[in-house]
């Protein structure tokens, strides 16, 4: 079986502060991880994922995440935010091996305030 | 095409109706995922094709969803019979490969189709 827990409902930060998303997963053997953003009335868009190597990744729109494989955890960060980046924001992962089935956690909503 | 396309994106029908919901995936992706997503929720997995052949049909909640990509590209999602607790968001996923280089694909998604049944 394979899970993800984004344990914060909400996360509010102010404009130009740092911000963190996090995520911890279970799955067997090595992950793949994956961020999704869901901007209103849009679908899912891709923004980085770990398949293996560097534990810290980067992505699109100045987003990275570190993948830490004793915390089990791979938490979407982002230097400076901006207004723009609020949205609903997804962390999935797959158990890799050629296998497809990606599961998704309940998705963390992210605030910025001006 | 460009990117994942979904048809109808909002579709209301009553209660034991049927409907049909039509992915277009991204052209040459091999792979065509389907998910509901309920308010409040990540998406949830439904069932994926490579090519023709549906791969998984695990999530699937009852023998009343059923899906198909006869030719290894639009794929539909039927509902038969449905319900009130049907009403959600479905999406429709493709990734290029088949899974064949030991990797999972990044999936892209489509906007969805909002079904509400009444």
């Known amino acids: 079986a394979q899970s993800v827990a984004q344990p914060e409902d909400q996360v509010n930060v102010a404009e130009g502060n740092p911000l963190t998303v996090k995520c911890t997963y279970s799955v067997s053997g090595n992950p793949y991880l994956f961020w999704y953003v869901q901007y209103p009335n849009r679908g899912l868009q891709f923004l980085l994922k770990y398949i293996t190597g560097d534990n810290l990744v980067k992505g699109s729109y100045g987003f990275e995440a570190e993948f830490n494989k004793s915390q089990t955890s791979f938490h979407l960060k982002k230097p400076s935010a901006l207004v723009s980046d609020s949205a609903l924001y997804f962390c999935?992962?797959?158990?890799?091996?050629?296998?497809?089935?990606?599961?998704f956690g309940i998705g963390t909503k992210l605030q910025v305030i001006p | 095409g460009a990117g994942v396309s979904q048809s109808p994106r909002y579709k209301v029908t009553k209660r034991g109706q049927d409907v049909a919901l039509r992915c277009d995936p991204i052209s040459g992706h091999v792979s065509l995922y389907w998910y509901r997503q309920a308010l409040g929720q990540g998406p949830e997995f439904l069932t994926y094709f490579n090519y023709e052949a549906q791969q998984d049909k695990s999530g699937l909640p009852n023998d009343r969803f059923s899906a198909e990509r006869p030719e290894g590209s639009i794929s539909t999602l039927t509902i038969q019979r449905t319900e009130q607790r049907d009403s959600a968001m479905y999406r429709c996923a493709s990734s290029q490969g088949g899974g064949g280089a030991g990797v999972t694909d990044t999936q892209y998604f489509g906007p969805g189709t909002r079904l509400t049944v009444l």
């Open positions: 999935a992962v797959s158990r890799g091996g050629g296998y497809q089935k990606v599961t």
